[in-house]
């Protein structure tokens, strides 16, 4: 059997960048080169970056994109990189967009991938299932493709495939096996959700007993505004073992030798196959030296605790936005709680203390341990930390304007957004605002206020989650010989907003440890209330929630984008109506 040096190249492109994406197909294809490999694959829409959402609409950026693929081909055989087969993501078109009016049945813009080789595109293939769920809106951009491409490599018939291909059976994976291939490449921009990484692999599984063939799973790593992409590339053999498995958001070339069966009598070209699929044949090479030197064995990654997995995965989405977006440095508010201590160390970790600052911004009702709180953060961290007083605004305010009650407390808030976004303006921070996933949910917030704010890492984080997460930062930096950056003092005290004499949360919320299973069942389970009463949560309780839930719709419409973590995030997972008057009554 021939054995193939695969190589799975791990990377974080950028969205439109395809100058520097292709540089990056071209640096990482030389790193593969000097590992020996016989073939690197790289990740779906890797010259364009993914999503690019309606940039798919626009003809030049289409054109650009096949330009850009035609050159990368030519540059990587300059480079002296010709001799190697470089699988590689792009947006491509057979046709007007179909939301023109000259568009044709069939034809339009494409998910594709392409094979380089010898300075040439040797071969193309346009994703055959297209995902319309969740953040996915791929019906909106793409047409599907029809044909199963198969390119022998050093002897080996290897079929291309792209993402959502791998996650519904039929289609390409069923063609691969009446194809006679040996192994499927499948590239991918899959975004990270909790534990998606225990659904991948037996996923991966299954798909290769379907084709009956070795599998190689590369995934892209980073984040795109909402979307966090987390890598866990692999390699499954035909018979379901796992070969070899990369570590989660971080770049990595993947580099392992897997024995291939040898290619057989090829399916004849245009041969009509599963779901209508036909077969499309390239040849690279018939046979490739066996691998220098020692087997190259890719290694397995364990992943990792939960709370550990969200940090990183928080750290990077926050990372990538700042940096992809070319903001200097962030500001926050901070109040001593735990949802903006908990965003302080995320930011801290995602770049560095000499790119963040907090801002204390006390008020009359500002508790002192709450300004301690903040004060000893900062030190912890090592953060820019200033102190705004709020008071003599708020003053101000008072004296022209006859209010009361709520509306003196949103004052406060309202206060503290206009001091943050003019440090923003004055200085080019982002801010970052602080409310978690709970408080999003039931509008417990107030507009212009603590929800001002160009980016929310914790958007898609439950309160109770927060406190995990804070626990497990403290703990890990323990067990490295670290400061915990949060205080203790943050996570154990009752939350509040501290806007009047003595507030707490729990005299406006449920306790969060009640409240956040009814959200997580509402919002991300979508139960009616027939269901979560019958989950066993007290039905008055249900009621007033879900009342909370559905009056905030307008305050999340407008709130700052945020790093998706869940299967259902506020914003792109989660669309529903403004103006909307059925409701779930008891």
Not at 189 to 203: A, C, F, Q, T, V
Not at 219 to 225: A, C, H, L, S
Request: charged fraction near 25%.
């Amino acid at each position: 059997m021939p054995t193939l040096r695969i190589a799975l190249s791990q990377v974080n492109p950028t969205v439109g960048d395809l100058a520097g994406n292709a540089h990056l197909v071209r640096t990482w294809a030389r790193r593969a080169a000097d590992a020996g490999a016989h073939l690197v694959a790289f990740p779906e829409m890797m010259l364009t970056g993914y999503p690019v959402e309606d940039l798919v609409f626009r003809r030049s950026f289409v054109a650009a994109s096949r330009a850009a693929l035609d050159r990368l081909a030519a540059d990587l055989a300059g480079d002296g990189l010709g001799e190697l087969p470089v699988v590689v993501g792009y947006l491509d078109a057979d046709g007007p967009p179909q939301v023109s009016g000259d568009a044709e049945p069939g034809r339009g813009a494409r998910n594709a991938a392409a094979l380089l080789h010898r300075g040439a595109v040797v071969a193309t293939y346009f994703k055959h299932h297209l995902p319309n769920y969740g953040v996915f809106d791929e019906d909106r951009y793409f047409v599907p493709g029809d044909m199963l491409t198969v390119v022998r490599v050093g002897g080996v018939d290897v079929a291309l495939t792209i993402c959502e291909d791998l996650w519904q059976a039929g289609g390409p994976f069923t063609a691969a096996r009446q194809a006679h291939v040996g192994l499927v490449v499948n590239i991918n921009g899959s975004p990270y959700e909790l534990n998606k990484d225990d659904i991948r692999l037996p996923l991966v599984r299954r798909r290769a007993a379907e084709a009956g063939a070795a599998i190689a799973y590369v995934n892209m790593v980073g984040g795109q505004d909402e979307l966090v992409f987390e890598g866990d590339s692999m390699i499954v053999s035909a018979d379901g073992e796992l070969l070899t498995r990369a570590p989660q958001f971080v770049e990595h070339l993947l580099v392992h030798d897997v024995e291939l069966p040898a290619a057989g009598e090829p399916v004849a070209e245009g041969t009509e196959i599963a779901d209508g699929m036909r077969v499309v044949r390239a040849t690279v090479s018939e046979s490739v030296p066996a691998p220098a030197g020692p087997p190259a064995v890719g290694g397995l990654i364990e992943p990792v605790a939960d709370e550990a997995e969200v940090w990183q995965a928080l750290v990077l989405g926050l990372r990538d936005y700042v940096n992809k977006n070319r903001f200097p440095s962030v500001v926050l508010g901070l109040s001593g709680g735990i949802d903006s201590a908990v965003v302080a160390a995320l930011a801290v970790d995602a770049l560095g203390p000499d790119r963040v600052v907090g801002v204390s911004l006390p008020s009359q009702h500002s508790s002192e341990h709450s300004r301690e709180d903040a004060a000893d953060l900062a030190k912890r961290t090592g953060l820019d930390y200033r102190i705004e007083p709020i008071q003599p605004m708020v003053d101000a305010f008072l004296a022209n304007l006859s209010l009361s009650g709520v509306t003196v407390e949103n004052l406060q808030a309202r206060v503290r957004g206009v001091i943050l976004m003019a440090l923003s303006n004055q200085e080019g921070h982002l801010v970052l605002t602080t409310g978690n996933k709970s408080e999003l949910a039931v509008g417990y917030s107030t507009l212009y206020g603590d929800s001002v704010g160009g980016f929310n890492p914790v958007k898609d984080v439950w309160k109770t989650l927060i406190w995990r997460l804070a626990r497990w930062r403290n703990a890990d930096a323990a067990r490295r010989g670290e400061t915990p950056p949060i205080p203790e003092s943050s996570i154990g005290k009752p939350p509040s907003a501290e806007l009047s004499p003595g507030q707490l949360d729990s005299d406006t919320l449920p306790e969060y440890d009640v409240l956040d299973p009814i959200l997580i069942g509402y919002v991300d389970g979508d139960l009616g209330r027939d269901g979560l009463v019958a989950a066993g949560h007290d039905p008055a309780v249900v009621d007033r929630v879900l009342r909370m839930v559905d009056t905030a719709e307008y305050k999340r419409r407008q709130s700052a984008p945020g790093t998706k973590i869940s299967m259902k995030a506020f914003g792109r997972d989660r669309r529903l109506p403004v103006t909307n008057r059925w409701r779930e009554d008891g």
